[in-house]
């Protein structure tokens, strides 16, 4: 455990010095304006980012990477910053830099005990895995480093299923580069050391929000890490109304448990401090970076660019050729990303796979313009009660200041933050048959919530003495509190023995294994995407770029009619042909030889050269590939079984003719 802990913080403390250095060079180079220190440290941690990501993922992909016109935004963005001659912002080179980079170390230190505690197990020689869906995101290392493809699918066997496909690739390919370097588990490596870093960047952002507002940089930076944990408040007694825990995402995704979103704090982050010195032709840059590094964000963060923009228009403060150039970046980043995918070759589809009528079903018609009103505010009236806490915390620490509470600089950041927020709320209705439509309102409007809460924070609590300091540390640790009695990491636990006994066995065994789940583990549509939702989460442990196959065979009478899945029968539907056992099952109809669904696992194990099956609690093994099994390993903890197969022939699983497959099909 110890010298796990050594490599996980080494890693994140390369990767944290690395970018400092690096960025160092591009701010001597391009030279931009900061008048604050932590400001300044924030540009250099931040271009460094986006140089060790964008370069890397350049390099990959040969240019066809999403992440190249992130790399020229944030150029671009510190040419904005250009500094000029004459009078004008303090040198980026004026400042203590010992002690705020002893701020920032601090930082970076207290950041990665907590990630690391997340998933300590006390007494165990290993630590738990993280929650199902950062396995999954440390598995997709695996297109990215060795195929140099953007794209979400695991499908390894298969490979005219696989092409580019929009995600959020900005951490991704920072964890594929650690991983690429340090060779440490990349599941770790995701949730720990590339989780700090994004961390400790913004919380240096927040700290650099304070210290404009301000605050001493000592309270800059403790308010700034604090503010790590900002997110809606789970209160108890509204809990009870089943219109308010749909929304309760709101309040269980801290950047602390969801690091996903840290690239999306990073931007949003870097545009409210521009904002902050209305800088708004670097902010229009910044803006489209977060659209290009989390897709997610973009249609929201559009509709905030253009409100933005219409706010300094009618109030004078900037010219129709100086909005036009705030929106015009974001407005490129879309048609760039429009463009990036559809000159993609369109991957494989099996003919009536229905696509067109699944997206024709994700986008409501215009009979629903009623529903789509009441939800998008329903979404607004959730959003405030959730965030209720954090405004009444403003209003107790900032009501002796009177008319002078807020500055009237700080407008455009509110014009901008509200106009967003109705942008994601919107999106959030018009997406409502989508399944991961949720994420339209919350991926941009945590880090954008979190933000505004810090400048609205320090200019409440400045002044001399530490009493308003103290008492909004407190209050942000009241509010996580309160969330904490709900909040797991959602961590997979299995025992001590079990681990020590499979690891020397799974890392001996080829990278090719399947899974196995009951029907009952199945609880909503999410969990038949067949990449995400897997058993045997312990073996990220132990290998990088392995494959797990789902060998399992729901057959639901009706995804239509069955609870769990009917809300989203469509992209249920989806879910069950994105997997490769199906697509086996397609592929031997369309050439003549149906497979009938029992036999599919066994042809599966045989044809792909499964080396091992993880089973779940409650799944059963198939009775047909029970004589295939050398040895198996029963977990106390999880209940999960490992099956070692026997050794088979090399995998026989043949590229089918495609050409011959669609004219099979048309027949």
Partial sequence: MMLISVQLLAAAAGGLGLSYGLGAVLVRWLRPAADEAFFAIFLRLLSGLALLAGGYAILQTRGATTLLPVLLLVLGVLHALRE?????????????????????????????????????????????????????????????????????????????FQTAQPYHYFGLWLNALAVRVTGLPSVWVCFVSVASVLLTVSAVGFAAIYAHGGLRPGWAAVLGLATLTVTGTCWPYLTRFPAVVHGSLLAH???????????????????????????????????????????????????????????????????????????????????????????????FQFPGAERAVALATIVPPLSEARLVLNIAIGALLTYALYYAGYAGLVAALGYRQGPHALDPAHRPLLAWAAATVLGAALMRAIGHHYLDGFQFFSNPILPLSAAVLAVLLGRAVRGPGATRPLLALAGLAGLALLNARTDSAGNGRFS??????????????????????????????????????????YVSNFKNDYQLLSLSALVPDSLDTDPRFARSAIEARQAQRNTTLYRLGQFERLAGRPVPPDSLPVAMVRRAGLAFIC???????????????????????????????????PPTMQQPNTAELIEAGQK
């Fill in 253 to 347: 995704l801290p950047l602390v448990l969801n690091p996903k979103l840290g690239s999306i704090y990073l931007f949003e982050l870097l545009s409210v401090l521009l904002l902050l010195r209305q800088r708004y032709r670097a902010t229009g840059l910044a803006l489209a970076t977060v659209t290009l590094a989390f897709i997610s964000t973009a249609a929201a963060i559009g509709i905030g660019a253009v409100g933005l923009a219409l706010y300094l228009r009618a109030t004078g403060r900037a010219s129709w050729r100086e909005a036009a150039a705030l929106v015009l970046p974001t407005a490129g980043a879309g048609l760039l990303l429009g463009l990036f995918y559809l000159l993609r070759p369109e991957p």
């Fill in 615 to 649: 089973a779940s609690r409650r799944a059963v093994l198939p009775l047909s590939l029970r004589p295939l099994v050398r040895t198996s390993y029963h977990d106390a903890t999880s209940g999960e079984v490992l099956y070692v197969l026997k050794p088979a022939a």
């Fill in 84 to 160: 000029t001659a004459g009078p004008g912002p303090v040198s980026t080179f004026a400042f203590p830099w010992r002690r705020y980079l002893g701020w920032g170390l601090g930082m970076g230190l207290l950041v990665f005990a907590g990630q690391f505690l997340l998933v300590y197990e006390p007494g165990a020689a290993f630590l738990q895995t993280p929650f199902h869906d950062y396995v999954y995101y440390s598995r997709l290392t695996l297109p990215l480093n060795h195929l140099g493809i953007e794209t979400n699918s695991l499908e390894v066997l298969y490979p005219q």
């Fill in 496 to 537: 001590d023995q079990f681990l020590r006994q499979v690891g020397p066995v799974l890392r001996s065994l080829p990278n090719r294994g399947g899974y196995l789940l009951a029907d009952a583990d199945y609880e909503n549509a999410y969990m038949l995407w067949a990449d995400s939702y897997t058993a045997g989460t």
